[in-house]
């Protein structure tokens, strides 16, 4: 399972941390991914992913999984989020 947002691609990085004598050791700082389910209006479903906080923001601030959808690049969204995509968008058009 990796550590990566399924709605906006983000996952690890890496940095370093620095002790008060100034040594500098690697390590990795993950983000904040939650288990959620969101429900999409459209379709009429609810859909469980894990996502970043700041996704989940973004999502709430957009106004929902279906206006997020419409703006999101298919090159950030997971295989899982792509076709939940797909299907928002040929609901929309019929």
């Known amino acids: 399972m990796s550590r990566r947002c399924e709605l ?3 996952g690890p990085m890496s940095g370093n941390n620095v002790s008060h004598a100034k040594n500098r050791t690697r390590r990795r700082f993950l983000p904040n991914l939650q288990d959620v389910t969101l429900m999409s209006d459209v379709l009429g479903r609810s859909f469980k992913l894990k ?5 989940l923001r973004t999502v709430d601030h957009r106004g929902g999984l279906d206006a ?7 090159a950030e969204l997971s295989a899982d989020a792509l076709k939940i995509k797909k299907e928002i968008v040929k ?3 019929a």
């Open 8 to 10: 906006t691609g983000k």
């Open 51 to 55: 996502i970043s906080n700041a996704a």
């Open 91 to 93: 609901a929309t058009a």
């Open 68 to 74: 997020f959808m419409a703006k999101a690049k298919d």
